[in-house]
């Protein structure tokens, strides 16, 4: 069974950065998206940013030009770097990896961006 396991949040002042990134702990065929979720409290979970097996990368307006993301050659890895951090970026992270239509989900991992 395939796990994806999170790693980079923390703690980080407003206008810093954090690279995220999320780990397939098995074998993995038949992606088709790679992306990041984030669900604030009270909020629901909302796509932050998605980057499919050919490259293509989308990003949610709320992030677009301070988020990227990428994922390794092999295809069992993607990263969120993000940058110029706001508060309002506060939420838990989730990665998914879609493939063959089920959805895989990381644990999560809390971003806090605080002085």
């Known amino acids: 069974q395939v796990q994806l396991v999170e790693s980079g949040g923390g703690l980080v002042q407003p206008g810093g950065s954090l690279r995220l990134s999320c780990v397939a702990s098995g074998r993995i065929s038949g992606i088709t998206v790679m992306g990041w979720y984030r669900q604030a409290p009270g909020k629901e979970r909302e796509s932050v940013a998605n980057?499919?097996?050919?490259?293509?990368?989308n990003y949610a307006d709320s992030v677009k030009g301070r988020f990227t993301v990428t994922r390794n050659k092999i295809g069992n890895t993607v990263y969120l770097q993000m940058n110029s951090l706001k508060p309002e970026d506060t939420a838990v992270y989730y990665c998914?990896?879609?493939?063959?239509?089920?959805?895989?989900w990381g644990q999560g991992t809390q971003v806090t961006v605080s002085s």
């Open positions: 998914r990896m879609a493939a063959a239509g089920r959805n895989l």
């Open positions: 980057i499919v097996v050919n490259g293509i990368t």
